[in-house]
C-alpha cells in the first residue's frame, strides 16, 4: 500500500492550502496527518475514524484545519487556513489498518502503519 502526499508549497500568513493523500484504493480504520518542522518531533495535526464522520484536533490547529475523506476518490484531505508561521513543517499522511478500541483517539505516529512521503508546507510572514 502507498500513500502518495501532495498541495503543499509557500503561502503567506493568513493564507490556506489544501493537502491530498490518495490511498491506493484501500480503506482504513484512521486517516491522520501529522507535521515535522526542523529540529523537532513528529506532531500530530489531524485524525479520522471510518468514514471520516468522526474526526479530533488538537488545540493547535482546531478551528483552522479540516480533515476529510473522498471514498469515492481513496483521497483524504486537510484543509488548512488561517495559516501561520508556525505552521511550517512538512506534512505527512498515515493511515491506521490495525482496528479501533473503544472511543480512543490514536494520536502517536507509531499508531499508523502506513506513511506518505511528506509536502512541505512554507508559510511566509
Known amino acids: 500500500v502507498q500513500l502518495q502526499a501532495s498541495g503543499g508549497g509557500v503561502v503567506q500568513a493568513g493564507g490556506s492550502l489544501k493537502l491530498s493523500c490518495s490511498t491506493s484504493g484501500r480503506t482504513f480504520s484512521s486517516m491522520a496527518w501529522f507535521r515535522q518542522a526542523p529540529g523537532k518531533e513528529r506532531e500530530f495535526v489531524a485524525a479520522d475514524r471510518w468514514s471520516g464522520s468522526s474526526t479530533y484536533y488538537p488545540t493547535s490547529v482546531k478551528g483552522r484545519f479540516t480533515i476529510s475523506r473522498d471514498n469515492g476518490k481513496n483521497t483524504v484531505y486537510l484543509q488548512m487556513n488561517s495559516l501561520k508561521t508556525e505552521d511550517t513543517a512538512v506534512y505527512y499522511c498515515?493511515?491506521?489498518?490495525?482496528?479501533?478500541?473503544?472511543?480512543?483517539?490514536?494520536?502517536?505516529?507509531?499508531?499508523?502503519?502506513?506513511w506518505g512521503q511528506g509536502t512541505q508546507v512554507t508559510v511566509s510572514s
Open positions: 498515515a493511515a491506521r489498518s490495525f482496528p479501533l478500541y473503544g472511543s480512543a483517539w490514536y494520536l502517536r505516529p507509531s499508531e499508523y502503519d502506513y
